[in-house]
């Protein structure tokens, strides 16, 4: 089937949320010479601000969606979390990727699951919770385990570490006793992430990155992923593209791997967006996944990337900001291969992401020892 015409730079594209994730897709949207048209309630979001134009209204608001469906000639979304109906309204009028369909997938833990039984792609043994009765039936081999609500968590939210029957039951009637996912407890040597980008046509991916995370929230991405056994990064790449296929995918798709101590990939997690462990390939390859992301929303060819630099990524949390003051940059910019990334947030609070710092050179060794030195000067225990 022909792929429909491109849309042409000077065009304008909406989108829907108005984080960090979106700031960056702006920039590399107005870099291909596109407008942008951001919907976000926040009247002082990162995306907002640096958008051609900011609609201040709710995602499920319909005048709001109304103006976003006539002025943009494609929409994509920034965070997993806006409405599905939202993207299901604007897809009546005017193109959208990703779909809500793989949207509402990547919002439901149980789904995602039930995806990766369809695709053959191994997780976590794991069970479903939303009543009294499922509670009860978890088999004793679930145990320990981490207990995570089935929608509506990130970054460690909406998550219990559980090793006992009664602490399970007191966790999840903690958890509001809504549906959850409890996961066997795995014995990890590392995680893992794949980012690709599919479009009408084409499929592209970038090499694993390799994460460490700190409370739940990503602390360090090293990539390329240091040290990763060849079989292993074409198996996750491999798992990655099914996924991707059987969601019948548009747009720029994360998967999260764990491989546990025998070396067994499992999949962890899927994100319909650009994720935190693909930042580094702003400066560290020839394309970035925030201009994946444009080009599989507006159809300009995907390009096959070219990593140019290796590199560690160090994210920068609120927690650096003492009393409200931003950290001395100077000492992490006087490192060579260092490029500050800051989102323009104006309150810093314990666990926000205020920004990242990349760290890129010829080598894996050379990259980590910068990284290191910037940690230290930062005061972070990233390592």
């Known amino acids: 089937m022909t792929p429909p015409p491109a849309i042409a730079p000077g065009a ?27 919907l976000d309630p926040d009247p002082d979001s990162p995306a907002g601000r640096v958008a ?5 209204a709710g995602y499920l608001d319909g ?6 469906a006539r002025e943009a000639a ?20 005017v193109p959208v990727a990703p779909r ?54 990130y970054d460690g939210k909406g998550q219990r570490g559980v090793s006992a029957r009664a602490q399970l039951a007191s966790a999840w009637r903690e958890l509001g006793g809504v549906r959850c996912v409890l996961e066997r407890r795995l014995d990890l040597a590392l995680e893992i992430s794949v980012v690709l980008a599919r479009g009408a046509d084409a499929t592209v991916s970038f090499a694993p990155f390799r994460n460490l995370h700190r409370d739940g929230i990503l602390a360090l991405t090293q990539w390329p992923a240091p040290q990763l ?56 390859s020839d394309v970035s996944q925030f201009e994946w992301q444009v080009r599989a929303l507006t159809g300009l060819p995907l390009a096959a ?33 260092a490029h500050l990334h800051l989102y323009g947030k104006a309150q810093a609070r314990r666990g926000r992401k205020m920004g990242h710092l990349t760290l890129t ?6 990259a980590a020892a910068v990284a290191r030195e910037a940690a230290a000067r930062l005061g972070l225990s990233a390592w």
């Open 52 to 56: 051609e134009s900011h609609l201040r």
């Open 100 to 153: 809500a369909q793989s949207v509402a997938t990547c919002q439901d833990r149980a789904l995602e699951k039930a995806l990766f039984a369809r695709c053959g792609v191994p997780c976590a043994p794991h069970a479903v919770i939303d009543d009294e009765a499922a509670l009860a039936a978890v088999p004793d081999a679930l145990l320990p385990g981490i207990l995570k609500t089935a929608q509506l968590g």
């Open 305 to 337: 990337p070219r990593a140019h630099s290796q590199a560690v990524m160090l994210n920068l949390l609120g927690d650096l900001w003492r009393d409200g003051v931003a950290p001395d940059w100077r000492g992490v910019l006087a490192l060579p291969g």
């Open 229 to 284: 056994d060849a079989a292993l990064a074409r198996a996750a790449d491999a798992a990655a593209r099914a996924i991707a296929d059987a969601l019948d995918y548009r747009g720029v798709l994360c998967v999260e791997f764990f491989v546990d101590r025998d070396g067994t990939l499992q999949a962890n997690e899927i994100a319909p967006r650009p994720h935190n462990s693909g930042h580094c390939t702003i400066d560290a």
């Open 74 to 93: 494609a929409v994509t979304t920034e965070f997993e979390n806006v409405p599905a109906q939202a993207l299901r309204m604007l897809a009546d009028r």
């Open 361 to 366: 050179a010829a080598g894996a060794d050379e």
């Open 63 to 68: 005048q709001a969606l109304e103006a976003l």
């Open 12 to 38: 304008t594209l909406g989108v829907l949320g108005g984080g960090q994730l979106g700031r960056m897709f702006v920039h590399a949207a107005q870099r291909l010479g596109y407008r942008c048209l951001v």
